[in-house]
């Protein structure tokens, strides 16, 4: 079976630019979340969605990120403008119902913001 | 709000030898479920062990076990015959039984070096 995928693996550009990061969760999965890795914070979520539909979106930074998930099998986060500070890798996992079953995790984007 | 702390940044075990992981955590909820997470060089996110707070009996897995101790809110990972594959970053991690807050809390994380 897939795992979750994401893309871009890296991710290179100029601050003030848009940045689209992808996921696509594990088919049959309908929990799926975005977190962030830094040195400084460690892994941190970002927001998570329930059958397509945000629950937690409190660890949003602010308003220039926006997540969304047009359907089942797909979702996005979006940065714009983006900054040097939102350099990290960003993490997207997905997970089978609520409970007890473990978030299986994509490789990941490392985003750097020059 | 629940926390999970790691307080041993970095450990080291010769190869072939058990090597155990601290995690404490702080939460007042009675139901919840626990998790340990590896992060090798490839940075990949794998799950190694999880426990549901409900049972008693501690979890393992081929050559990883948790000692786990619920009144203490301690959670913590036993590799028995460590390998060099098993180098890498440690995450412990929360999970919330509550609806829409099933989110995981990490700990910051513990390195592991396997001395050959």
């Known amino acids: 079976d897939a795992g979750v995928i994401q893309s871009p693996r890296h991710e290179v550009t100029e601050m003030g630019q848009e940045v689209t990061l992808r996921c696509k969760p594990i088919?049959?999965?309908?929990?799926l979340f975005w977190y962030r890795q830094t040195m400084m914070r460690g892994l941190e979520l970002l927001i998570y969605?329930?059958?397509?539909?945000?629950?937690?979106d409190s660890g949003m930074p602010e308003d220039r990120f926006s997540a969304k998930m047009p359907n089942a099998s797909f979702s996005t986060l979006k940065i714009q403008p983006s900054e040097p500070r939102d350099s990290a890798v960003y993490f997207c996992?997905?997970?089978?119902?609520?409970?007890?079953?473990?978030?299986?995790f994509g490789d990941g984007t490392r985003l750097s913001i020059l | 709000a629940q926390t999970v702390t790691q307080s041993q940044p970095e450990m080291s075990v010769q190869e072939a030898e058990t090597v155990t992981l601290s995690c404490t955590y702080d939460t007042s909820e009675s139901d919840y479920y626990l998790f340990w997470y590896k992060q090798p060089p490839s940075r990949q996110m794998i799950l190694v062990i999880r426990q549901e707070a409900y049972k008693q009996q501690n979890a393992t897995e081929n050559r990883f076990s948790v000692n786990f101790q619920k009144a203490a809110k301690s959670f913590s990972l036993k590799i028995s015959d460590s390998q060099l594959g098993d180098a890498a970053m440690y995450f412990c991690?929360?999970?919330?039984?509550?609806?829409?807050?099933?989110?995981?809390?990490f700990g910051q994380g513990t390195r592991l070096t396997i001395n050959p």
């Open positions: 969605f329930n059958n397509n539909v945000p629950i937690d």
């Open positions: 088919s049959g999965h309908n929990s």
């Open positions: 996992a997905s997970s089978r119902g609520a409970g007890n079953q473990p978030q299986h």
């Open positions: 991690a929360y999970r919330s039984v509550v609806l829409g807050a099933q989110k995981l809390v």
